[in-house]
C-alpha cells in the first residue's frame, strides 16, 4: 500500500542493503546472473522500487512483511549499468502491476497518472491519494464517471499552489473536468471502466512533476476476505 513502512533487501553475496518503502502485502525476489557491485546493486534498485513497488497501493494498509529483495551472482559477467538498470524496471513494474491487479476481491486495475505537479513528491502525493481513496475505488467498481470525488482526492491533498481553476481531470483518454461531457460520452466512459483496466490522469497546470501509481478497485469480495477469518 501506499501508507505505512515496509522493508527492501538489495543483496549480492557480498552486502545487503536496507530500505524503507510502502508496499502492498507482498515478498517480490528479484534474481540475476550480472556481475554488479553490492553498491551498484543497492542504489538501481533503491530507485526501481521507489517507483514501482513504493507506487503500489491495494487498500492503504502495509504488512509487516512487505519486502523486496534482489540477487546477483555474477555468473554471466559484467553487464552496462544503464542497461541493466532498463531490465530491471521493466521486470518490477510488471510484478508492481500484477500485484495491484491482483489485490485482494480486485476485479479493476487502476493506474493513476499525476504530471504538471510543482514536482515529482507531490505529484506522487496526489496520485496516493486519488488511489487510496474508497470512494474513487468504488466508482471504478461500479462503473460510474464520478469526476467530482476524483477532484475530492485532489483536494484533500490540500496543497495551496493546486489551484482547481488549472486542474484537468480524465479517464481514459476522456476530460471530464473542467470539460462538460454529454451523456453519449458518459455512458462510452461506463463501459470503458467496465474493463479490466482503468487509467485516471490528472494534471495540476503548475510545473512538470510527474508520477504514476497503481491500484484496484474495491469490491465486496474485499470485504468478504478480510472479514470472514479470524487471525
Known amino acids: 500500500s501506499i501508507h505505512g513502512t515496509g522493508a527492501v533487501v538489495a543483496g549480492v553475496a557480498k552486502g545487503v542493503g536496507m530500505l524503507e518503502p510502502h508496499m502492498a502485502t507482498m515478498i517480490a525476489v528479484v534474481l540475476t546472473d550480472a556481475d554488479i557491485s553490492p ?23 502495509t504488512s509487516t512483511s512487505d ?7 555474477g555468473a554471466a559477467g559484467e553487464v552496462p549499468l544503464d542497461a541493466f538498470e532498463v531490465a530491471v524496471l521493466q521486470v518490477c513494474t510488471d510484478l508492481a502491476r500484477q500485484i495491484a491487479a491482483d489485490g485482494e476481491g480486485a ?26 481513496s474508497s470512494l474513487v475505488k468504488t466508482a471504478v467498481h461500479g462503473a460510474d ?20 481553476n488549472n486542474v484537468v481531470i480524465r479517464i481514459g483518454s476522456k476530460e471530464l473536468f473542467p470539460r462538460q461531457v454529454s451523456e453519449r460520452e458518459l455512458e462510452e466512459l461506463s463501459s470503458y471502466l467496465r474493463g479490466d483496466e482503468v487509467l485516471i490522469h490528472v494534471s495540476l ?12 478497485d474495491l469490491t465486496d469480495g474485499y470485504v468478504r476476505i478480510n472479514a470472514d477469518y479470524t487471525t
Open 39 to 61: 553498491a551498484d546493486l543497492n542504489s538501481v534498485f533503491s530507485r526501481i522500487a521507489d517507483s514501482t513497488f513504493n507506487c503500489v497501493s491495494v487498500d492503504g494498509d
Open 67 to 73: 519486502t523486496a529483495v534482489v540477487m546477483a551472482s
Open 107 to 132: 476485479e479493476t486495475l487502476i493506474e493513476v497518472i499525476v504530471d504538471e505537479a510543482r514536482d515529482a513528491d507531490q505529484a506522487r502525493r496526489v496520485a496516493k491519494s486519488i488511489v487510496n
Open 145 to 164: 464517471p464520478n469526476w467530482g470525488r476524483i477532484a475530492m482526492a485532489v483536494g484533500k491533498v490540500n496543497d495551496d499552489d493546486i489551484d482547481q
Open 205 to 216: 497546470g503548475i510545473n512538470d512533476g510527474f508520477a504514476k501509481v497503481w491500484g484496484c
